[in-house]
C-alpha cells in the first residue's frame, strides 16, 4: 500500500505559479508510476500529467504542455507538478495517483490504471 499527501495547492492570479507537491508513504515508492489529475466542479477527473518511475519519461496533456512540468525526486518519495501562466480554466482540484510498475520506463494516463489516490488539493485560478 502506498498512501498520498498532495500539498502546495492555493489561491493564485492568472498567469502566476504553483508547485503541487505529493508525498507518498507505506512501501518504497521507486517503483510506482505516478500522475495527476484534476477535477473541476460538474465535470469528470481528468488526466493533466503522468510520470515514469525513472523519472526519464513524461507526459502531458495537450492544454497544459508548456506550462506545466511533472517531476519527481525518489529519495524523498516525493512527485510534484509545477504550474506556471495558471489560467481561471486550470481552476480545480488536483489529486496525485500512483501504481507499481514493473519496467522503469512506463507511464499511465487513464485513471482507471491508478489504485492509490491522494485527497486533493485545491487550486484556483483567478482572473
Known amino acids: 500500500q502506498v498512501q498520498l499527501v498532495e500539498s502546495g495547492g492555493g489561491l493564485v492570479q492568472a498567469g502566476g505559479s504553483l508547485r503541487l507537491s505529493c508525498a507518498a508513504s507505506?512501501?518504497?515508492?521507486?517503483?510506482?508510476?505516478a500522475g495527476w489529475f484534476r477535477q473541476a466542479p460538474g465535470k469528470e477527473r481528468e488526466f493533466v500529467a503522468a510520470?515514469?518511475?525513472?523519472?526519464?519519461?513524461?507526459y502531458y496533456t495537450d492544454s497544459v504542455k508548456g506550462r506545466f512540468t511533472v517531476s519527481r525526486d525518489n529519495a524523498k518519495n516525493t512527485v510534484y507538478l509545477e504550474m506556471n501562466s495558471l489560467k481561471p480554466e486550470d481552476t480545480a482540484v488536483y489529486y496525485c495517483a500512483a501504481r507499481d510498475t514493473i519496467h522503469s520506463s512506463d507511464y499511465y494516463t487513464n485513471r482507471v490504471d491508478y489504485p492509490f489516490w491522494g485527497q486533493g488539493t485545491q487550486v484556483t485560478v483567478s482572473s
Open positions: 507505506g512501501r518504497t515508492f521507486i517503483t510506482y508510476a
Open positions: 510520470i515514469s518511475w525513472s523519472g526519464g519519461n513524461t
